[in-house]
């Protein structure tokens, strides 16, 4: 099994991001005349990061919940985890976002915890890597909420395993700014 050392954001990085976006949030609302003013605020709890947005200030708010891994060395992306959460249906869906070169017929594996792991499909690649999404998460966010962590398992394309583990830590309070 092979073994890539991962990291993740520090708080002073994830603050800067959301002030960033404040920022940007701050530009769009000075804009009052704009109709289609698309307005956001990030927040962040433990490494996981709580965001929503509309696209005018009269439309539905959709938040997410969101976390990346990334690779100690170099300090790219390897995964991210997005729960988003619609306005108007108040359902979480849940996307992970993968690297490129992954064995697509064997899927990718999680488990919470010590629990049982369940295979997902993946459904679609683009130019920033693969995705596998669950369009009903509501399960999901459960064992989120009560893990400690995630391990997203998969192959590369030369069948060799893969293993990646993000803390849950602070999902639970991120979370619950998003619904």
Not at 23 to 46: C, R
Not at 56 to 71: D, F, I, K, P, T
Request: proline content about 3%; aromatic content about 6%.
């Amino acid at each position: 099994m092979r073994t890539t050392k991962f990291y993740r954001p520090t708080k002073s990085m994830i603050v800067a991001l959301g002030l960033v976006v404040m920022g940007f949030t701050g530009a769009a609302a000075q804009d009052k005349d704009a109709a289609s003013t698309k307005s956001s605020a990030a927040t962040q709890v433990s490494g996981w990061v709580a965001q929503c947005a509309s696209q005018s200030r009269s439309a539905v708010l959709n938040c997410s919940v969101e976390q990346g891994l990334y690779l100690a060395e170099g300090g790219q992306q390897f995964a991210k985890v997005s729960v988003r959460v619609a306005g108007d249906t108040h359902k979480p869906e849940m996307v992970i976002q993968l690297p490129h070169g992954i064995h697509l017929p064997s899927g990718i594996k999680l488990q919470f915890d010590d629990g049982t792991a369940e295979t997902q499909q993946v459904h679609t690649c683009d130019g920033k890597g693969c995705y596998v999404i669950l369009k009903d998460a509501t399960r999901t966010v459960v064992s989120m909420k009560g893990g400690k962590a995630l391990k997203l398992s998969f192959k590369n394309l030369s069948l060799d395993a893969i293993e990646a583990v993000m803390p849950l830590e602070g999902f639970t309070a991120a979370y619950s700014k998003a619904e």
